[in-house]
């Protein structure tokens, strides 16, 4: 079953107090990486990022060590050892879907037995992998049968609201949300198997670093890292939001401001409000954006209210919630 990125890390918790191997696909750029080290953070425990695709399936055991007439091995270092990484943690074999076949193979063990060779995972860890689909182009290879029997499989897909949530907890430039709120298609975009630079959740948090740049520097900039058409697009979206009324003057005069009629403006000025607005503006806001039709209305309460839970205890926002009992805020 596919899920967006927040649902997936309330499953992988699951999985992860289960003790049951998780494995994670996605297209590029989706978030696989982030939600296991974000986990870990959160749990305040270990995590080592294993990358299988670089490791020969020999090597895996470790080095052969001679005592008296046998022979011990002495495991890899950067497997989780207790006394240095401490008693809980996840064991991320990134990208183990790359790696070759014959390595698969050699991890059979270390996702079903939670052993390899000498080396035993300390009871708390846990083994987590993650990988691109083969049909993504990322050089993935088929995993075999047998190793994908011993993970339970989560489907992850690129998803607006989760990604939106994202960039405005994280403080990204409100330009960024309005416009993929306007061009929710250009979230995630590799229809073009030519390019080289190409719109994900991951690249857009990227180049938002550029985003105050000078015109001239920030379209190439841009578009280097989400391509040439996406990021045209969203210097154009950029060039329409400067145009538009400042939002001082809208929550000073919200009956009478000027109300932008093109669809890329509403969603911007919806956006840049939901960002602004505090306890003593909010009223002045919803007055304002009241004024356009009622997706913005609903945009614009649910980014302010996320963004600050108190606005919730307001009368405007009460009565508006009444008004619209149908809105899920979450």
Known sequence: MEMNLTDARALFSIYFDGDTPTMMWSPPGVGKSSLVKQFCIERKIGM??????????VALMGIPNVEGDTTKWKVPDEFPQVERDGESGVLHLDEINVASPSMQAACYGLVLDRRVGEYVLPKGWRVAGSGNRQSDRAAAQRMPSALANRFAHIDIVPH????????????????????????????????????????????????????????????????????????????????????????????????????????????????????????KTFDAGMAYISRLPREFEIMFAVDA???DPGLSHTKTFTDWAVRNQDVTLG
């Open 48 to 57: 080592i990022d294993f990358r299988a695709s670089t490791r020969d399936a």
């Open 160 to 279: 607006l609201e989760t990604s939106v949530n994202h960039f405005n907890d994280i403080g990204l430039d409100p330009m960024l949300t309005a416009f993929l709120r306007f061009r929710p298609g250009l979230l995630h975009n590799m229809e073009n198997p030519e390019l080289r630079s190409f719109p994900t959740p991951r690249s857009w948090e990227q180049a938002a670093k550029y985003i105050a740049l000078p015109s001239a520097d920030r379209r190439g900039a841009i578009a280097g890292i989400v391509g040439e058409g996406a990021g045209a697009e969203l210097e154009g979206f950029i060039n329409v939001y400067k145009n538009l009324p400042s939002l001082d003057l809208v929550l000073a005069n919200p009956n009478s401001a000027p109300v932008p009629s093109e669809p890329s403006a509403r969603f911007a000025i919806s956006v840049g409000l939901g960002r602004k607005v505090n306890a």
């Open 305 to 307: 209210v996320r963004r």
